[in-house]
């Protein structure tokens, strides 16, 4: 066997915790007989991002991976239920529409769900789409409980992810990662050097003197990609004219009584909002264009806006939407947002960091000398991942008739990918949504948000004129009917967190609480 | 869109004949009949014969399902038999046949797939085939069929396919679909005519008749009458990877035992096929001409099979190549009409079924489908494409030396999408899977192994396993093979009491 590989991560944020958490429990780190020595170098004094605190279902398949008990998990993290997200004043003013974790319906007579409702719905005969979203008749009730692992039962039809706190997650994630032999070394990168005849990164030379070398290293150094960029130069695909916000503000508030078990997005003039309920506060924020508003401005609306006390000055944000030409490049792969930057809109942040991780362990190198092939799978595989979100972000801006700004205006008008206008044609000729064999998203989060946002669809599979209208009719009200009884049946998301993982305050906090 | 036409499609037309238009009739009156869809078929003469089989890929099987036919009848119809994948010979020298089984190679071990232990005992020194490691190919080789049992799900994948008579199994399906309210009409010359506006085919003329539709299935075969002549869509010719340009035809003996497989053995200038059936042996001798008699072609195909052949050899021109659409106006190719393949894998049938599923997923709703066709026609591109990488890669990767035919196919460029899985193969052993792949990873797996590529390195968690580990883990998988293959009863047993004998058809 070759000698083993030395994988340097640098940076310690969400992205290079998940990153190192992922190979310590894979590869027996520390071990004699290990494939991997890896150390992950970060600074303390180098803040994190920390935004992504809303994610996907998939992210319970990577604690799974890891064997992280969920219930620990959520309480070190704070963590509450997520079943989708609640979208409000997009495509219009006043509009509230879900996109939930899971399907609407099911499909019947081998028929997709939504040709039936187009078809009963034209009769004046169905209830509205989300009627039968298992996922959004329990978000709307703030209602929270496990999917039925019984395949015929309406429950099955849904599954969840979490809101989580993203500094606590990386925390949580380095405590484990550690526990199993990473090594982890404190300090700033203060030079690079590369090897004269490759051009391949050699080592990182850290401010304390301290050189650390390496085959391969992760660059989780945030947007700036102070590998990847700053030294090997991999380059940029800037897709602001699409997606034009590039400042966030963050700012969390007190836990109030809107305890939701989705997160909620606003759009406003300039952008959107977030609120993101944990247990013990509330994430919110302003992502928004500076093209379309200034900075103060934007300042004074999020603190408007915010339903409960701010605990503390909004945090600021600047990014740009693209994405790195090559997320691995040379012997440096990037993770997080030194590979591509997407508005944290369909929460997708931490899933790409997943999926990148995830890639990366199937491709992970045999020995100490980089097959680069490797990476041209690598980078196939992820720059698909990153043009599914753009296009599924991208459609949020674009199917609107707001008025009301000049945003909205731009991004009405403004020229989509072919890939984004014929999913929009197909859509509203017959009912079409995109069912692509990897990458994000599956059909039912494509029809909520075109459904959502008042693209409707003229026609619908032909198949489903087989069924007789009694029929249909009546099968639409009994899954309506299950699915509202068994909806009303579910403990509220509050009591259920309580319940399941929920974090007594501590007596200092308690304290604190009523000294105010 | 300008000129929308709102007319509902009320009335199909499948012209042509056989297993193409008769399939079809199937699909759209099941799919679409309790819609008052209207089906008829205009029918050309049949140019099958009493010598051809046809061979399916697994998923058939399902489709036939979906169509609501009794499997056991059809196959009792048609003389049909069981497959449990492919045997290749002599694509290499001097190695054994290596198996393409339906189904998958051994087993995770501590959650890391078995592929590169596979590879890693290969690296050092191991001399088990990776198809040794297949329950459907151990069956196989030892003349055992099985159906797939939820108590082999620790297998993995496991499927099958058949073999039927041609002839018997068109008469099946027209049976099925006239029964079901399918209209026929026999047809031999006709034109076109179209609309004056839109280009589309109004109508089949024939002599004082005329035959109306919305929409047209070309089910001509390879002549494609409809879109390629009628509409003039293009040929695009694959014969720069498919050295195979006539196919000559002739039933041989039954073997003594029903293999459950199909078998492919590499010629000097050219491939033999073997398709059993419960009551003879198909035959096909694919081959060039520039390298070859049809007369030489004969005398190799008796010298090699080895079989008693009845007097019934024909040959046919074949070029593989596809319509560069397969629907135009108002006009959709299934089958032959949209692409002619090497049988190298027996994805013909399956190129059908691919195409009227698809057809049915997007039925124009109105007059005006060029939404569903372009949609339509990137869908069957991919599929055609993604077949053809699988094909060529047989004759790119065969190992004959000293033999011009075979020395000129290792040396030719191959497109990219294959160029590239090979390289990826080579350098790690897994397989880059793009949209609408046919063959799944255990298939390019097969494929890949058992033309000798071996990759440089493997997924290096499996060497997370001690060595003796995962000796034991193989020489545990070896031995559940073997037992579970002895308790299975061969395949003419199978069929006996399954499909012929008394008892199966009392059921």
């Known amino acids: 066997m ?57 992210i319970k398949e990577f604690n799974d991976y890891l064997g992280i008990n969920e219930a620990e998990f959520m309480r070190r993290t704070k963590a509450t239920f997520k079943l989708g997200i609640e979208f409000r004043d997009w495509g219009k003013l006043g509009n509230i529409y879900h996109h939930p974790f899971g399907a609407f319906g099911m499909p019947m007579a081998g028929v997709e769900f939504q040709h039936h409702w187009t078809r009963a719905h034209a009769m004046g005969k169905a209830a509205p789409l989300e009627a039968y979203s298992y996922a959004i008749q329990a978000a709307r009730r703030q209602k929270f409980d496990f999917p039925s692992e019984d395949r015929q039962s309406i429950k099955s039809t849904y599954s969840y992810a979490y809101h989580f706190d993203a500094g606590l997650y990386a925390a949580f994630l380095r405590e484990f990662s550690e526990a199993r032999g990473l090594l982890r070394t404190e300090g700033r990168v203060k030079n690079v050097t590369l090897h004269s005849d490759s051009g391949d990164i050699r080592s990182l030379v850290l401010e304390s003197g301290e050189e650390i070398e390496g085959d391969l290293f992760i660059d989780c150094s945030g947007f700036r990609g102070l590998l990847i960029e700053e030294q090997l130069m991999a380059g940029w695909d800037d897709w602001s004219k699409w997606l034009p916000c590039d400042r966030a503000l963050a700012a969390p508030t007190e836990r109030t009584a809107d305890f939701h078990s989705y997160t909620r997005s606003t759009a406003l003039s300039a952008g959107w909002q977030w609120r993101i309920p944990l247990q013990h506060r509330a994430g919110n924020g302003y992502c928004y264009s500076s093209a379309f508003v200034s900075d103060d401005e934007a300042h004074r609306t999020l603190l408007e806006n915010l339903d409960g006390a701010p605990l503390a000055e909004p945090k600021r944000l600047r990014f740009q939407a693209g994405r790195r030409k090559k997320s691995w490049y040379h012997n440096c792969l990037t993770i997080g947002l030194s590979s591509g930057f997407l508005e944290p809109l369909e929460s997708t942040s931490i899933y790409l960091v997943q ?6 362990l199937q491709l992970l190198p045999s020995g100490n000398v980089i097959d680069p092939k490797l990476a041209a799978e690598f980078n196939r595989l992820i720059d698909r991942e990153y043009q599914r979100v753009r296009d599924f972000l991208i459609l949020h801006y674009y199917a609107n008739t707001r008025t009301d700004s000049a945003l909205w205006e731009y991004v009405r008008h403004m020229s989509v990918p072919d890939s984004l206008n014929e999913t929009i044609e197909q859509y509203r000729h017959r009912g079409r949504v995109p069912n692509y064999k990897d990458g994000l998203f599956s059909p039912p989060s494509w029809l909520a948000v075109l459904n959502g946002q008042d693209i409707t669809a003229a026609g619908y599979d032909r198949m489903a004129d087989n069924m007789d209208e009694a029929t249909l009719v009546e099968k639409l009200e009994t899954m309506r009917g299950r699915i509202e009884a068994s909806v009303n049946a579910m403990p509220d998301h509050a009591d259920f967190v309580a319940d399941y993982c929920f974090v007594p305050p501590s007596k200092a906090a308690l304290m604190e609480g009523a000294a105010k | 869109m300008t000129g929308l036409d709102m007319r509902q499609v009320r009335k199909v037309v499948i012209v042509g004949r056989d297993v193409a238009a008769w399939l079809s009739a199937n699909a759209l009156i099941r799919a679409l009949g309790g819609t008052g ?6 029918e050309l003469p049949g140019l099958l014969r009493a010598q051809d089989t046809l061979a399916s890929l697994p998923t058939l099987e399902n489709f036939h399902r979906l169509l609501g036919f009794d499997e056991a009848a059809l196959l009792r119809a048609t003389e049909g038999a069981y497959t449990l994948g492919q045997s290749f010979a002599g694509f290499s020298g001097a190695a054994a046949p ?16 078995f592929m590169p232990f596979w590879i890693k005992a290969r690296q050092a020194g191991l001399n088990v085939a990776l198809e040794e490691f297949s329950l459907t190919a151990a069956a196989a080789k030892q003349g055992r069929f ?4 939820d108590e082999m799900s620790a297998f993995g994948h496991l499927d099958y396919a058949c073999h039927f008579r041609a002839r018997p199994y068109v008469q099946f399906l027209k049976a099925q679909a006239m029964s079901r309210g399918v209209e026929v009409r026999p047809l031999r010359l006709f034109d076109i005519r179209r609309d004056a506006g839109n280009g589309h085919i109004a109508a089949l003329v024939s002599g004082a008749h005329e035959i109306t539709g919305d929409l047209f299935i070309d089910a001509t075969g390879a002549e494609s009458l409809l879109l390629g002549q009628g509409l003039n869509v293009e040929f695009e010719s694959w014969s ?31 491939c033999l096929h073997l398709t059993p059936v419960r009551d003879m042996t198909g035959l096909q001798h694919v081959y060039n001409e520039a390298y070859m008699s049809d007369q030489a072609a004969l005398e190799a195909t008796a010298l090699v099979a080895g079989l008693r052949l ?22 959709i190719a299934v089958g032959e009409a949209a692409g002619s393949l090497d049988p190298i894998d027996n994805a013909g049938l399956h190129v059908l079924q691919t195409g009227l599923v698809h057809l049915i997923d997007l039925f124009p709703l109105t007059a005006d489908s060029r939404l569903e066709a372009r949609d339509y026609n990137v869908r069957m591109q991919q599929c055609f494409e993604r077949i053809r990488d699988y094909q060529t890669a047989h004759y790119k990767l ?12 290792r040396a030719m460029d191959i497109p990219d999408t294959l160029a590239y899985k090979i390289e990826l193969f080579r350098a790690r052993g897994m397989v880059p899977l793009y949209e609408e792949e046919v063959f799944v990873a255990d298939d390019w797996l097969a494929l890949f192994a058992g033309h000798g590529l071996m990759p440089r390195s493997y997924d290096p968690m499996a060497d997370l396993t001690p060595d003796e580990d995962a000796i034991r883990h193989f020489q545990n998988i070896l031995g559940v093979i073997r037992q579970t293959v002895e308790k299975m009863r061969t395949h003419d047993a199978f069929i006996e009491r399954e499909i012929s004998g008394n008892l199966a058809k009392t059921v």
């Not at chain 1, 030395?6 to 520390?30: E, H, Q, Y």
């Not at chain 1, 999926?355 to 990366?360: D, G, M, P, R």
């Not at chain 2, 074949?318 to 629907?327: D, F, H, M, S």
């Not at chain 2, 065969?398 to 196919?409: G, S, V």
Request: charged share 20%.
């Open chain 2, 310 to 331: 009845q007097p019934d050899a024909v040959v046919s021109p074949l070029t593989a190549g596809r319509r560069r659409q397969a629907w135009a106006g108002n006009c």
């Open chain 1, 2 to 58: 070759n000698s083993p590989l030395r994988v340097v991560i640098l940076g310690g944020g969400t992205s290079g915790w998940m990153c190192a958490a992922a190979l310590s429990s894979a590869l027996k780190l520390g071990q004699k007989d290990s494939l991997l020595e890896v150390r992950l170098v970060e600074s303390a004094e180098i803040g994190t991002v920390g935004v992504g605190e809303a994610t996907l279902p998939q």
């Open chain 2, 398 to 409: 065969n190992r004959i030396d000293n033999e011009p035919f075979w020395d000129r196919l």
């Open chain 2, 98 to 113: 290596f198996f393409h089984p339906y189904g998958s190679h051994g087993g995770a071990i501590n959650r890391v797939p």
């Open chain 1, 355 to 360: 999926i990148a991780v995830t890639t990366f």
């Open chain 2, 146 to 149: 099985f159906l797939p049992t």
């Open chain 2, 37 to 42: 869809l209207k089906v008829e078929v205009a």
């Open chain 2, 240 to 270: 720069q990877w498919f050295p195979g340009n006539r196919v000559l035809t002739v039933s041989g003996e039954r073997l003594r035992r029903l293999p459950a497989y199909s078998q492919v053995r590499a010629l000097p200038s050219g």
